[in-house]
Nanobody, 117 residues
Framework: QVQLVESGGGLVQPGGSLRLSCAASGRILNFNAMRWYRQAPGKQRELVAGITRSGFTNYADSVKGRFTISRDAAKNTMYLQMTTLKPEDTGVYYC???????????WGQGTQVTVSS
């Protein structure tokens, strides 16, 4: 059973930065894709950014140019560097991974990000 553990959330002022981490219990290159989602209060969960097994990345329009997704295969960890944070970036951020081959879907428990002055 794969486990994903997010960390790095917190309270930050508008314009600030945070780096989220998602540590996997297995080899992240076994995943076909890894993604960051977020869910704001009263809203549906939305895709923020993704990275494929081959390293292709994609971003929601709302975060392009401000957020960067990356991974460190040696540490089995995915990251989300968030800069120029806005109040609308507030929410619980979840790590998601899709297993290569089986398509099994895994989720972390989430980490809270609050952008407020």
């Amino acid at each position: 059973q794969v486990q994903l553990v997010e960390s790095g959330g917190g309270l930050v002022q508008p314009g600030g930065s945070l780096r989220l981490s998602c540590a996997a219990s297995g080899r992240i290159l076994n995943f076909n894709a890894m993604r960051w989602y977020r869910q704001a209060p009263g809203k549906q969960r939305e895709l923020v950014a993704g990275i494929t097994r081959s390293g292709f990345t994609n971003y929601a329009d709302s975060v392009k140019g401000r957020f960067t997704i990356s991974r460190d295969a040696a540490k089995n960890t995915m990251y989300l560097q968030m800069t120029t944070l806005k109040p609308e970036d507030t929410g619980v951020y979840y790590c998601n991974a899709i297993m290569y081959g089986t398509g099994d879907d895994y989720w972390g428990q989430g980490t809270q990000v609050t952008v407020s002055s």
